[in-house]
């Protein structure tokens, strides 16, 4: 393999390999740790204070030198790798030929380009349009506002366990308080709260009755005649990366098309062959009225989109649409190599292939441990519900030291969920099974010692 100074360059060329030659987080980034507090806000947190020069492959390289295994990447963003070559040579390609226009005053054919195929990619072949902006949050909210257009309607349903992003309205659409809210109020109005499927913690209740809960919740307390869009994640992510039981979402979608309410899925993190399907929709034979995309679609380029039924889209006037940035030529030329990658890797496959190799293993933790209340996900998105052993009571402590004994020895993990109590996993694709295994072998150290 090839080993380029990992000091200077990212990509796959980097040493796929987990290397400490430090504690961790090490002496530089400890010094970076200590500018940010005096520097950066301390509302903006950081997980695992290492500083990164280099990343690429399955691996992170910080100032220090150690190379720790990503189960990460960035938060489901760079799910084909990072710095991935075809993302590298387009984006510099582009920005040698120009950085920006903006697209609502002279555009350019990356943007329409990354529209058609969003067009092509995504659940239904009905005809299609898409708009594109910068961020998750944003790109939720612009369908909101699309969904308004359309059904001359305002209100909007949400999830327990929802998130939808942190900027005003998307802050009324997440769940969950602390962090997310508290303290940021008052929120956008006419957003209401359902019921979720949470087969874990309501064992025996069907994806139809838990549908049917939601939906007496919605006709009750917001009525159809007011309510424009019904917006879900089609796995929770943030709230705990919660699979809904079978027959959930397509119940929704039923009501919702019987009701002349547009159906939102908001695939922000579970796009882009994250689950082992182009888009998780497809798991349940979905099709949403608009769908919402982000994090993995532009390899960590800042992009987002909607897209959806173009009589839908088309509802908003002219000019109702866009940002300075929204569809960036640097952004729409990283998608487009994405995509390709996706495409040309079989990475689709390879995340249900991930899947199946890190089930396999958290399931022999499980057997062994039995804190490991619920191992659950899709693909290469996958998380473990932890609790006190012998209970569903959950253990949010043990989440926290868990992932700090991984970070200790190499391995990038995040937590999640309502109570805090989910470790998640997110390996970017390019990920060798060696390097996942290895990972598999320090979860299952990191729970010895918190036994
Ligand atoms: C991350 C996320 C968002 C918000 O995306 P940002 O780019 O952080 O604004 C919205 N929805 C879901 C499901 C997400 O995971």
Redesign the pocket.
């Known amino acids: 393999m090839t080993t380029t100074p990992a000091s200077t360059t990212g990509g796959p060329a980097l040493p796929q390999e987990r290397r400490l030659v430090t504690e961790i987080p090490g002496p530089r980034s400890r010094e970076l740790q200590a500018r940010k507090q005096a520097a950066v806000a301390s509302g903006v947190g950081t997980t695992l204070p290492v500083y990164v020069v280099a990343a690429g492959g399955g691996v992170l390289v910080d100032v220090d030198g150690n190379s720790l295994i990503d189960l990460g990447s960035g ?2 963003v760079t799910t084909v790798g990072n710095s991935a070559p075809r993302v590298v040579e387009a984006v510099a390609g582009q920005a040698a030929a120009f950085t920006h226009t903006c697209f609502m005053v002279t555009p350019y054919a990356g943007y329409v380009e990354v529209a058609e195929a969003l067009n092509r990619l995504t659940p239904g072949d009905h005809e299609k349009r898409t708009a594109l902006f ?7 909210e612009n369908a909101v506002k699309v969904a308004r257009a359309h059904t001359r309607k305002t209100g909007v349903v949400v999830f327990d366990h ?6 005003n309205l ?1 802050m009324a659409m997440t769940a969950k308080s602390m962090p997310y809210k508290s303290g940021f109020g008052p929120f956008a109005s006419d957003v209401y709260r359902a019921p979720l499927s949470y087969p874990y913690r309501d064992a025996g209740v069907t994806g139809a009755e838990a549908a049917a809960r939601a939906i007496d919740v919605v006709e009750k307390q917001v009525g159809a005649d007011n309510l424009a869009a019904l917006v879900i ?1 089609p796995i ?3 709230g705990g990366f919660l699979v809904p039981a079978e027959g959930f979402l397509p119940a929704l979608v039923d009501w919702c098309r019987a009701n002349d309410v547009v159906f939102v899925a ?5 796009g882009f062959a994250r689950t082992g399907a182009l888009f998780a929709c497809e798991h349940d034979s979905v099709v949403p009225d608009l769908i ?1 995309t ?2 993995g679609i532009a390899g960590g380029m ?1 992009l ?1 989109a909607v897209t959806g039924r173009a009589e839908i889209m088309d509802a908003a006037h002219v000019g109702g649409l866009g940002g300075t940035y929204g569809g960036n030529p640097l952004a729409c030329a990283a998608a487009l190599a994405v995509i390709e990658t996706i495409e040309s890797d079989g990475l689709v496959e390879r995340a249900a292939k991930i899947g199946a190799q890190m089930t396999g293993r958290l399931r022999a933790l499980q057997e062994r441990d039995p804190r490991l209340g619920d191992v659950r996900g899709r693909g290469a998105m996958l998380a473990v519900e932890l609790v006190r052993a012998g209970t569903s009571e959950p253990d949010a402590d043990l989440a926290k030291r868990v992932a700090a004994a991984a970070h200790q020895r190499g391995v990038v993990v995040l937590t999640c969920g309502t109570y805090g109590n989910v470790l998640r996993f997110l390996p970017p694709l390019a990920i060798t099974d060696a390097l996942l295994d290895e990972a598999c072998d320090v979860l299952d150290e990191a729970f010895e010692v918190t036994a």
């Open positions: 938060i489901a910068n961020s998750g949050a944003e790109a939720v929802a998130y939808h992003g942190r900027t998307t994640e929770q992510g943030e908001d695939e922000v993190q579970t919402v982000a994090k800042p987002s």
